[in-house]
């Protein structure tokens, strides 16, 4: 079965860039979530979506981040201008939506800012 | 909101010990306790979860413990392996739409 692709696995890029993040879910799930991993936070739950309406975007740090999710099959993670502070690992993760069903992740996109 | 602790944040242990890592949660509604163990480059991949209606699970040498009064769940590995050496993450969840909140990890050694 194929996982939750992400790409890219890697972004270097200066700031003030554009970034663009993308995302394919598992086959079938219908919940889908954006994450940022850093060592100082930890894992951090940026955006929802169920049935690719965005439900909680309480995580997303502030207006340059955007996500978007035009299909079942693919989502999107914008930031728009980036800065230093924007690096990070970002991962994806799908779900079916029942009660209390695992998430699974892709392997992320280390994102540095220079 | 939740809130999950978790702690050792590191944890070293000879190969053949046991590992225990142990959490908190702070929500009283939670429901659902996934643990995801994450290698060097890798995304977190569940390992084991319980949900509140047990107290315990076990799956060959790993096995969680779940204690509602007290708010806490356990992670137990038994016989460690080297390739048991990654970064561990307890969370949390009431269901609904499923916010999943996570500890802070723990680095796992395990030493040959």
């Known amino acids: 079965d194929a996982g939750v692709i992400q790409s890219p696995r890697h972004e270097v890029t200066e700031m003030g860039q554009e970034v663009t993040l993308r995302c394919k879910p598992i086959?079938?799930?219908?919940?889908l979530f954006w994450y940022r991993q850093t060592m100082m936070r930890g894992l951090e739950l940026l955006i929802y979506?169920?049935?690719?309406?965005?439900?909680?975007d309480s995580g997303m740090p502030e207006d340059r981040f955007s996500a978007k999710m035009p299909n079942a099959s693919f989502s999107t993670l914008k930031i728009q201008p980036s800065e230093p502070r924007d690096s990070a690992v970002y991962f994806c993760?799908?779900?079916?939506?029942?009660?209390?069903?695992?998430?699974?992740f892709g392997d992320g996109t280390r994102l540095s800012i220079l | 909101g939740e809130n999950v602790e978790q702690h050792p944040s590191t944890l070293s242990v000879q190969e053949g010990d046991s590992a225990v890592i142990k959490c908190t949660y702070s929500?009283?509604?939670?429901?659902?306790f996934p643990w995801y163990k994450q290698e060097l480059g890798k995304g977190p991949q569940l390992i084991i979860d319980i949900r509140s209606n047990v107290g315990e699970k076990k799956d060959q040498r790993i096995a969680v413990t779940l204690n509602k009064t007290a708010k806490h769940f356990s992670l137990h590995i038994t016989e460690t392996q080297p390739e048991d050496s990654a970064v561990y993450f307890c969370?949390?969840?009431?269901?609904?739409?499923?916010?999943?909140?996570f500890g802070i990890g723990t680095k796992l050694q395990v030493i040959p």
């Open positions: 969370a949390a969840s009431s269901g609904g739409y499923q916010k999943v909140t």
């Open positions: 086959s079938g799930h219908n919940s």
């Open positions: 993760a799908s779900s079916f939506e029942d009660s209390n069903q695992p998430q699974h």
């Open positions: 979506f169920n049935n690719n309406v965005p439900i909680d």
């Open positions: 929500d009283s509604a939670s429901n659902y």
